[in-house]
């Protein structure tokens, strides 16, 4: 069952609303402790909860994003250096990259707040011909897992939304939680938590 799937995190995007709204550099180094009190980037608190789940790990970042290779290098993660500017782009790379794989949970590097038992539910979960979702009071949340059925298809992406078509073409089966983190991400520095 050893690498049956494995987390893919985008740290790719651009985090135009978050300078927009008047933060600044880029969103994924902006500093907020955890409950603990450790202060650390959001990037960090994503890959810690990630990295707890003892599943494998690939991380897709921009080659300029130094600091995000940093931590990935220190820690022996793989990296997928990519030059674009679409969510879809970005996933088909890390998938292709992690094509041994037999299911990919597609996660975003903004949502700090989902924890190493998301990932383990959803890895769980995990089916091979469709898709695997949590759910929120109803929201479709992150991490979504894809089976092995949706490799040609998912390394194909070009989308500037993602994944989101391969939800009408594949059963996606969805899972309630009790957890906001789902569904919360940091798209502005008002969002970022504060003591």
């Not at 960090?44 to 690939?58: D, F, G, I, V, Y």
Request: some cysteine.
């Amino acid at each position: 069952m050893e690498n049956a799937c494995g987390i893919i995190i985008v740290a790719a995007g651009q985090g135009l609303r978050f300078t927009q709204a008047g933060g600044e550099g880029n969103k994924l180094l902006a500093t907020f402790a955890d409950r603990q009190g450790k202060v650390r980037p959001l990037f960090a608190h994503t890959l810690l909860a990630a990295q707890k789940s003892q599943l494998p790990l690939c991380v897709v970042t921009r080659p300029e994003r130094s600091e995000i290779r940093h931590y990935c290098q220190q820690a022996a993660i793989p990296l997928v250096l990519v030059d674009n500017k679409r969510l879809g782009e970005s996933i088909a790379a890390g998938v292709r990259r992690m094509c041994h794989w037999q299911g990919w949970i597609v996660h975003l590097a903004d949502m700090p707040f989902v924890t190493e038992t998301l990932f383990q539910q959803v890895a769980e979960r995990m089916i091979a011909e469709g898709i695997v979702r949590p759910v929120w009071r109803g929201k479709p949340g992150h991490p979504v897992g894809f089976g092995c059925d949706t490799f040609t298809a998912l390394s194909a992406l070009t989308a500037e939304e993602g994944a989101r078509g391969l939800l009408k073409q594949f059963p996606v089966r969805t899972f309630e939680v009790d957890d906001e983190a789902v569904v919360r991400d940091i798209d502005l520095p008002s969002h970022l938590p504060h003591e």
